[in-house]
Each structure stands twice: as structure tokens, then as C-alpha cells.
């Protein structure tokens, strides 16, 4: 798997909490017991443990892991990718974003979750192993995510589908737990919102380990930003995928690849 890079540093990590529990520098600092100029630092990138461990408990994050995330200590470990499992990451702007593909080796019925900036690595792939496209499925429908979506369906055929609660142009729509085949594979959709109104997790099994493609919900050491809803987003996340079985990989949006216990183990915002 390509080496790439945490989606969020500890400064990340501290504005989306603050922002997300609507706290001014003010009223953050005062709580935190530093200084304004204590706290601007931070917020800039400048690292003061001191500081980070005053802030975490306010924010309600674990103070460990943002002090780890701050030193660059950790990055998760990488799974070795099975048979039917293929990530790409493209550029868009100034920043990356990831698309997957998932596939039954047998019937070589696929689907793909999200295209990212663009799709042409992924129909390569599709050519080479003779895969047939049935669904293309979008987490959500911000364009990082779908930039491409047009080209791949035009190219494979496959049928578009997003959340009910976020439907996109030309596409079909899908209820919170319903369940999609590809032979061998189950895909089902868990509604993760917060970040956008549908944001969906696609909860994989039939490989050789469970898998979530879980787009914005959250990421290695970090998590979407609450666009729609903080407090929706957070919950989500909680019940609905650091309820999944542990050793689930968990393929975000952006960022690397990560595991549920890696991340109930270093995530600043879960362990608490």
C-alpha cells in the first residue's frame, strides 16, 4: 500500500473539536487554565505538552494520543491488502483523496466506493482482471469524493447509488441497512452522518477481514469534520462503527488505512 500521509496534525484535531463544541479561544483558554498566546501557538502547530494536556480534557479528547499525534509517534500499521481489495489515492487541490474497489475474485463482480479526482487508475485495474462493475456506491457527494463518478459510470455501466438522505444526479438512493451482493460479499450500508446529511459507511464482509469504507466519518487519528453536525458525526462514529468487530479495517476518505483497534487504542477523539 502507498505510504500517505495522517489526513489531520494535533492542531487539526483541536480546532475541528473546538469548533465542533463551539467554543471561542476565549472560553477555551479559560477552561484550559493557559494563556490566549498560549493557545494561539498551539492552534498554529507550535507543540507545548504542557499546553495539549490542558487543552485535550476541555475538548474532551484523550490527552495521550494528541500529545502522541503532536510528536508524530504513531502511524497505524498497515494490513497486507487481500484478493478483492484495491485503494487508490489521487490529488485534488492540495490535498489527497482516496476511492476503493472491492471485487469477488471468483465471479469478478466489483464495486467501487467513491472515484476520487479521477478514476484512471481504478479502470485500469478494472481492464486487467476482467472485473464486471455493478455498483458504484458514494459515501457522500462532496466533489473530492465524485469528481469522477460520470466517467465510471459511462465507462462500466455500473449503477450509482447514494443515500436517500443525499441522493445525487442521475443516480438511485439507498435506506440505512440495506444490503448489496457481489456473490460472496455483503455490503451494508450504515448511516454515518454528521459530516454531510447522508454520509454513508459501506460495512464489508466476505473478504478476508471485515471492512469499513467509511469516507468523512473519520480517519486514522482523527475524524470528519462535523460540516452538518458535530454531535450527529461523533455519535455516528461510536455507535455505528467503533461497534463493528475489532479487527475491521477501516478505509477513510483520506489518510491511510487503519484498523478499529489501532484506532480505539490511539484516536484522540475515542480514546478516552
Known amino acids: 500500500m502507498p505510504h500517505i500521509p495522517l489526513e489531520d496534525n494535533f492542531d487539526d484535531v483541536i480546532k475541528k473539536a473546538q469548533r465542533g463544541l463551539g467554543l471561542n479561544d476565549g472560553e477555551l483558554a479559560q477552561r484550559a487554565g493557559v494563556s490566549g498566546e498560549e493557545l494561539h501557538a498551539l492552534t498554529i502547530g507550535k507543540i507545548d505538552e504542557r499546553v495539549i494536556r490542558a487543552v485535550a480534557p476541555v475538548l474532551h479528547l484523550g490527552a495521550d494520543q494528541l500529545v502522541t499525534l503532536a510528536q508524530k509517534a504513531w502511524y497505524p500499521e498497515q494490513v497486507i491488502p487481500p484478493r478483492g481489495f484495491a485503494m487508490f489515492n489521487t490529488p485534488y487541490d492540495d490535498m489527497t483523496v482516496n476511492s476503493y474497489l472491492v471485487w469477488d475474485p471468483r465471479s469478478r463482480l466489483a464495486a467501487v466506493f467513491d ?158
Open 115 to 272: 472515484t476520487g479526482a479521477t478514476c484512471e487508475p481504478m479502470l485500469g485495474i478494472i481492464s486487467t482482471k476482467q472485473l464486471t462493475v455493478r455498483y458504484l456506491f458514494l459515501t457522500h457527494t462532496h466533489e473530492d469524493h465524485v469528481a469522477d463518478a460520470a466517467r465510471l459510470v459511462a465507462v462500466t455501466g455500473a449503477d450509482l447509488y447514494s443515500s436517500e438522505l443525499e441522493p445525487f444526479a442521475g443516480g438511485k438512493t439507498f435506506r440505512e441497512n440495506q444490503t448489496f451482493h457481489l456473490d460472496g460479499i455483503a455490503i451494508k450500508t450504515l448511516l454515518t452522518s454528521g459530516h454531510s446529511p447522508g454520509q454513508t459507511t459501506y460495512f464489508i464482509t466476505g473478504l478476508a477481514w471485515p471492512l469499513a469504507i467509511c469516507g468523512d466519518s473519520m480517519f486514522a487519528s482523527s475524524m470528519g469534520g462535523g460540516l452538518v453536525s458535530y454531535e450527529d458525526q461523533y455519535r455516528n462514529n461510536l455507535e455505528k462503527i467503533f461497534t463493528l468487530p475489532r479487527d475491521t479495517v477501516i478505509a477513510p476518505g483520506h489518510g491511510p488505512l487503519t484498523t478499529l483497534a489501532q484506532e480505539k487504542k490511539h484516536n484522540p477523539f475515542f480514546a478516552r
